[in-house]
Structures are given as structure tokens and as C-alpha cells.
């Protein structure tokens, strides 16, 4: 296959996607390529090959089958798990599997929809900290999660969601760091995060942006877009100040597979869905800026010369999966990382210009910069 050269390939030491696409055992990461970094059709035939293998893949039909009603009893806290249900959801919706591919997955979206307090935030059933029964409620941390899932499946423009939409623009409010979301306590839980009362919380406040990013630019909340400015303030503000749970040191920098949760990877994912924050007229430099670096990160702590990712950090059960073990590059993270990097292509020389070991250390740190 003949690929032609892109400006974003100037990020990475090496262009990576021959590699990938010859990756055998890795479908999913063939399928990303094809639709995501070589913008190939659907109805391609390559496309629909990769797409087949991908369901066919015994993985694959893991992950459908660890799937459970939505209304059984679940963990309903500790977001980052690989195995919280929009998590899983959301891994499946990375290797292109839709709702016509399983009905488990389409009779779970059809039950998130169906357990919504009337103000507008989705529910999760669950056994709470300070509950001794499973109830339904709805931290923020989870309706969030659930409208971003249900948004990316195709759902944006269904009336529910729609109020969950109203809903996340009528929660924000001021914070110690700017206009963004806070952790607000459920009144059928009882129970909120253990972060400071004024804080933002930036897993709240990404998972609401990566939500929006599935609706049209015309469709989206400017009061949400502007919260992506709260995140990357988060970024700069590093050595002064750390949110609760939320480091900017090398954990931040480097992703943990399959990526859940808050740092480098999710944030550069999530925001260069928005390039209004960093690439039109409006934009800040300042936040140009901060993106910029938070990519370079990337890239340094988790692109190795040969252009391939090799995960540096994993979560246990996922050993099957190329990005499930830490020996060997992964096509499936290494495509990922990719799709990431070619939406920031207006800021390549920006990332090529940062030198990592020259950023400011965390709050909390050693003082000076961890190498790659």
C-alpha cells in the first residue's frame, strides 16, 4: 500500500503505519489506521476485512462477553478500572465495534438511557461507599462518563441526552482554578470524592469536553468548550498547585493501557478534538502553548525511536491484547497514539520545539524533571 507523507509524521522518529498495517494479530489497530489515519470509508473493502476480523477476534468477544446488565450491582466508584462498563464500552468503541455488531452492547446503551433523574444527569447502579445497598445514583463522575458513552455511540441527538447536555452546562460553576465542575455529592449516595471542596475535577471536566466533541461545532456549548482552559491552567499551574489525585508527573506523562483516566494521553485526546481552544483566532497562546508540551510529553515518555508505543504501563488482565503487556511495541497503542498526534498537526513544529527535560518538575516532585 502506497502511503503519502503528512506534516503530523514529523512528530514521530519514524512513520509507523506500514508497520501496523502488517500487524497480523492486532485487527483493531489495522481497522484505526485505515479509518483514522488513512481516512479510508467504511464501505472500503480493506475496512470492512479489518472490521470482520475485529469481531471475529476471540479478544474482542472477551470484552462483549464480560459486558453485564446495566442494572446489576456494579462498583459504581473507582473510574479509572478498566473493567467499569463505560470503560469497556469505550475500548470496544477504539476497535469499531457499534451497536449493530452485538446486542449486548446495544441493550446496554438502551438501559443507560432509561435511568436518568429528571434534571438530567444518567444514572449507575451500584454499591456505594456509604450505602449498604446497591442503589441508583449520579455523581458527576459517572453521568458524565455515561452521556460520553452514549454520545459516541450514536445517541447525541436523542431528547435524554440532549437534557443530559443542559444538565452538565447548568453544573458548572466557579472553582478555585476557574469555571469548570466540581465533585458534587449525589443525594441517593450520600458520598462525594475525597478532593478539596473548590477544586475542579479534571476526570469530570474531560470526560463532559470528550462528550461534547461527538456533537456538530455549531451543537457545542461554548460554557463547556470553555473548560478545556481550566485543564491545560491545570498543566501550567503544575509546580504551584495539585488537584487532588491528579499529578502532572511521569505517571501524567505516561499512558497506563487501556487509557482511563486523567493525564497526558486523555488530555491530548480530548482537546484536540477542540482546536478552537488552540489553533483559530481566539485562541490563547498561552494554552497553544500548554497543549503543545502535554504532547511533546507524549510522544517523548511513549513513542520509542523506532516511531512504535511500547507500553510502559498496563492494567492486569489485558495480557492478550498487544497493549496489555510491556515487552514489545503495541500496533493497537501505537495507532492510538497516532490518531492522537494527527489531530495536532497545526501544532507540530510547536511539539517538535519543546525539549521535555527543559519543562518545570510537579508539585510534589523531585524537583527536576524524570527522563522518558
Known amino acids: 500500500m502506497s502511503l503519502h507523507h503528512e506534516p503530523w509524521l514529523a512528530m514521530l522518529p519514524v512513520d509507523p503505519r506500514q508497520w501496523i498495517l502488517d500487524a497480523e494479530d492486532d485487527p483493531a489497530a489495522c481497522w484505526i489506521t485505515l479509518t483514522q489515519l488513512l481516512d479510508r470509508p467504511q464501505t472500503d473493502s480493506d475496512v470492512v476485512a479489518a472490521h470482520q476480523q475485529v469481531l471475529a477476534d476471540p479478544r ?14 456494579s462498583e459504581a466508584t473507582g473510574h479509572d478500572k478498566p473493567n467499569y462498563t463505560p470503560n469497556v464500552l469505550s475500548l470496544l468503541g477504539d476497535m469499531g465495534i457499534t451497536p449493530a455488531d452485538d446486542q ?22 451500584g454499591r456505594w461507599r456509604s450505602a449498604d445497598h446497591p442503589v441508583w445514583g449520579a455523581m458527576l463522575c459517572d453521568a458524565h462518563a455515561i452521556t460520553d458513552t452514549l454520545a459516541r455511540f450514536g445517541y447525541a441527538q436523542d431528547l435524554r441526552v440532549i437534557r ?29 470524592g475525597p478532593g478539596r471542596v473548590g477544586d475542579f475535577c479534571p476526570q469530570v471536566t474531560l470526560e463532559a469536553l470528550r462528550a461534547t466533541s461527538y456533537l456538530s461545532p455549531e451543537m457545542r456549548s461554548a460554557a463547556i468548550v470553555k473548560t478545556g482552559r481550566v485543564v491545560l491552567r ?6 504551584a498547585e495539585k488537584p487532588y489525585m491528579f499529578g502532572h508527573g511521569r505517571n501524567f506523562k505516561r499512558a497506563k493501557w487501556p487509557v482511563t483516566w486523567y493525564g497526558g494521553f486523555e488530555v491530548a485526546d480530548t482537546l484536540g478534538r477542540f ?12 494554552d497553544r502553548e500548554a497543549l503543545a508540551e502535554i504532547a ?12 512504535r508505543v511500547t507500553p510502559r504501563s498496563a492494567f492486569k488482565g489485558f495480557e492478550n491484547h498487544s497493549f496489555g503487556q510491556k515487552k514489545k511495541p503495541s500496533p493497537f497503542a501505537t495507532a492510538r497514539t497516532a ?4 489531530r495536532l498537526e497545526p501544532l507540530a513544529a510547536d511539539i517538535e520545539a519543546v525539549d521535555v527535560m527543559a519543562l518545570a518538575s510537579s508539585r510534589g516532585g523531585t524537583g527536576s524533571v524524570q527522563p522518558p
Not at 164 to 187: H, L
Not at 296 to 307: E, S, T
Open 234 to 239: 491545570a498543566w501550567r499551574e503544575r509546580a
Open 296 to 307: 511533546a510529553c507524549l510522544v517523548a515518555y511513549n513513542v520509542g525511536p523506532d516511531g
Open 275 to 286: 482546536p478552537e481552544l488552540w489553533d483559530s483566532p481566539t485562541a490563547m497562546q498561552e
Open 339 to 342: 490518531v492522537v498526534l494527527r
Open 164 to 192: 443530559s447536555f443542559e444538565r452538565m452546562v447548568a453544573d458548572i460553576e466557579d472553582t478555585d482554578q476557574g469555571r469548570a465542575w466540581r465533585c458534587r455529592k449525589d443525594p441517593a449516595v450520600g458520598f462525594r
Open 60 to 73: 474482542t468477544q472477551n470484552l462483549l462477553d464480560s459486558l453485564t446488565p446495566w442494572d446489576t450491582e
Open 104 to 125: 449486548r452492547l446495544s441493550d446496554i446503551l438502551s438501559e443507560m438511557l432509561e435511568h436518568q433523574y429528571a434534571e438530567g444527569r444518567f444514572q449507575s447502579f
